[in-house]
C-alpha cells in the first residue's frame, strides 16, 4: 500500500506496526482524521498530543479493542499479537499481586510453571518482591502501575501498547517511573512499544520516534526522530508543534 | 460516650417494653392462654429447653441444607445467564415472574410431591434462598467494571477468559450479599414447612403448643426461631468475610514495606 506519509520513512523495512488512512468517527465527533504510522519491528515510538486528540483512541483500535460506537474506516496491520496496557492499571481486586501479574501469561496460554518462575524474577526487576502476595489495594499507585507493566511485558507479546502509563501518577513519582523504565530497555530485541503520553518529557526519554497528534480530528502534525545526543532541539520541535494547536484563540 | 447510649438506649427500651407486658398482663388479668407474661414465658423456656434439642436439630439442618442448596443452584442460574444471552433472555424474565408467587403457598404442594420427610422443607427453604443469590449474582456479573474486561481483552483475551478471569469472581461478592439475605429467610421458611407436617421440627413444636393452648410454648419458639436466625445470619456474614478476603479493610503496612 502507498502510503502518504509525507515526514520521514521508518526505519526497518518490516513494520511490526501499519496504519494507512485510519478514520474514527464517534456519532457527531471525527476522533482521528486520515492518520497514517508505521512502527518497526524494536521501535520505541511515543505518540503525544493534546488531551481529547484521540491518541488513546488510536492505541485501542492498534490493541483491537474498538470503541463502542464507533466509525472506523481504514487499514490497520498488526502482524503479531499486541499485549496493551490501560491507563489505570485494571488490577483485578480479587487476585493478590502475583496471580495478577500472571493473568496476560494465562491469556496466552503459557505453562503455568514457567510463566510464575519468569514472573518472580521480573518482580524483583520492577521493585516489587516481596510484595507477591499483597492485595492491589494494599500497593501504592506507582507499585500499581509497575505490576499493570509486568503482567503486560510477562506474555512476551511482540508489540507493547501503553495508554500514558504513569498519566495517573504524580509528577515526582512519574519522573522516578520514567527513569526506572528508561533504564528497563523495554523495546529492542524484536519487541516494538507504542507509549501513548501528554508528557513531552516522558515521551524524549524513553522513545526513539515521537509522532505529534493534532486537536480533534487527531492527524499526525509532526514525525520526529529522537536524537540521541542531547534532546532540546527535539523538545524545542516538538513544544513548538504542541504550541501552535494549544495557543489560545 | 456516644456508643454508650448506642448499646445502652435499645437495651433500655426492650427493659421498659417487657416490664409494660409484665404489669399489663397481671393488671388486665388475661388469661395464660391469650398472653402469658414473660417472667412465665422464661421459666417455660427453661423448663422446655431441655426438649428442644432434637426439634433445634431438625430445623437447623433443613434450614443450612436448603440454604446450601439454594445458594448452588441460584449461582449456577446466574453463570449460565450470564454466560448465554440466549439463557438470559429465556430464563430470567421467568425466573423473575415465578417470584409473584410467595414460596410458602408453594408448601402444600411440596408436600403432597415430596413427602413428609426433610425434603419437602429443604426445597421450601432452597426456593426461598436461591432467588435472592440469583439475582444478586447477575447483578454483580452485570455490573463488571469495564475496566478490567479492556484489560483482558487488550491482553488478547477471548470470552472464556472474560468469564473465568472476570466475570466469574466479580460475581462473588454479589452472590455471598444475596445469601446473606437468603439466610435470614431461611428458618422461617423451615418452620412454615414444618407447620403442614412433618414428626420434629420447631414448627412442629409450635403446631403441638397452639394445640394445647400453650402460648407460653409458642413464644419460647419464636424466640428461638429469632435467636437462631441471627446465629446463622452471623455465620453466613462469617463464611461470606472469609471467602472475599480482599474485600477486608487494608491492614497495616508491615514492616520493612515503603511505597513506592
Known amino acids: 500500500m502507498t502510503t502518504s506519509l509525507s515526514t520521514e520513512a521508518p526505519t526497518t523495512a518490516v513494520p511490526a506496526l501499519e496504519v494507512a488512512g485510519l478514520t474514527v468517527t464517534f456519532p457527531g465527533v471525527v476522533a482521528l482524521h486520515d492518520v497514517d504510522l508505521q512502527v518497526g519491528v524494536g521501535e520505541f515510538v511515543a505518540v503525544v498530543g493534546p488531551s481529547g486528540c484521540g491518541k488513546s483512541t488510536l492505541l485501542r483500535i492498534l490493541a483491537g479493542l474498538t470503541p463502542s460506537g464507533a466509525t472506523v474506516t481504514g487499514a490497520t496491520a498488526c502482524p503479531s499479537a499486541a499485549a496493551w496496557m490501560p491507563q489505570r492499571d485494571g488490577l483485578l481486586p480479587w487476585r493478590r499481586a502475583l496471580p495478577n501479574a500472571l493473568v496476560g501469561a494465562r491469556i496466552a496460554g503459557q505453562d503455568r510453571t514457567v510463566a510464575e518462575a519468569r514472573a518472580r524474577e521480573l518482580f524483583d526487576e520492577f521493585g516489587l518482591a516481596g510484595f507477591e502476595r499483597a492485595w492491589p489495594h494494599e500497593l501504592s499507585g506507582g507499585m500499581r502501575q509497575r505490576l499493570a507493566l509486568l503482567r503486560t511485558c510477562l506474555p512476551g507479546r511482540p508489540v507493547l501498547l501503553l495508554d500514558e502509563p504513569f498519566g495517573a501518577l504524580d509528577a515526582i513519582t512519574r519522573r522516578r517511573m520514567n527513569a526506572w523504565l528508561a533504564g528497563l530497555d523495554l523495546a529492542g530485541h524484536g519487541r516494538t512499544v507504542v507509549l501513548v503520553t501528554h508528557d513531552v518529557d516522558e515521551a524524549l526519554l524513553l522513545a526513539d520516534r515521537v509522532l505529534v497528534l493534532s486537536e480533534r480530528p487527531g492527524r499526525v502534525v509532526l514525525d520526529l526522530p529522537v536524537p540521541r545526543d542531547g534532546t532540546d532541539g527535539a523538545r524545542r520541535s516538538l513544544l513548538d508543534a504542541l504550541e501552535v494547536m494549544t495557543r489560545p484563540r | ?260
Open chain 2, 1 to 260: 460516650m456516644r456508643r454508650w447510649r448506642r448499646l445502652v438506649a435499645p437495651s433500655l427500651a426492650g427493659l421498659v417494653l417487657l416490664v409494660g407486658w409484665e404489669v399489663g398482663v397481671r393488671l388486665s388479668d388475661l388469661p395464660a392462654f391469650v398472653l402469658p407474661p414473660p417472667s412465665q414465658v422464661a421459666r417455660t423456656a427453661v423448663e422446655v429447653a431441655p426438649l428442644l434439642g432434637d426439634d433445634v436439630a431438625t430445623t437447623l439442618t433443613e434450614a443450612g441444607l436448603g440454604l446450601l442448596l439454594g445458594a448452588v443452584v441460584g449461582l449456577l442460574l446466574a453463570v449460565l445467564i450470564a454466560a448465554f444471552p440466549l439463557v438470559s433472555d429465556t430464563v430470567y424474565p421467568l425466573v423473575t415472574l415465578t417470584q409473584t408467587v410467595p414460596t410458602v403457598v408453594l408448601a402444600p404442594l411440596l408436600i403432597l410431591w415430596a413427602g413428609f420427610g426433610l425434603l419437602p422443607k429443604v426445597l421450601l427453604v432452597a426456593l426461598t434462598a436461591f432467588f435472592p443469590v440469583l439475582v444478586a449474582a447477575v447483578t454483580a456479573m452485570a455490573a463488571v467494571d469495564a475496566e478490567h474486561a479492556e484489560m483482558v481483552a487488550g491482553l488478547g483475551g477471548t470470552r472464556r477468559h472474560q468469564f473465568w478471569l472476570v466475570q466469574l469472581p466479580a460475581s462473588v461478592p454479589g452472590a455471598l450479599g444475596g445469601l446473606r439475605v437468603a439466610a435470614t429467610y431461611a428458618i422461617g421458611a423451615a418452620v412454615v414447612a414444618e407447620y403442614l407436617a412433618g414428626q420434629s421440627g420447631l414448627g412442629v413444636f409450635v403446631q403441638r403448643s397452639r394445640k394445647g393452648y400453650e402460648v407460653d410454648q409458642i413464644l419460647v419458639a419464636v424466640a428461638l426461631v429469632a435467636v437462631l436466625t441471627g446465629l446463622l445470619f452471623l455465620l453466613v456474614d462469617g463464611l461470606a468475610r472469609l471467602a472475599t478476603p480482599w474485600q477486608r479493610p487494608s491492614l497495616p503496612s508491615r514492616p520493612g514495606r515503603t511505597p513506592a
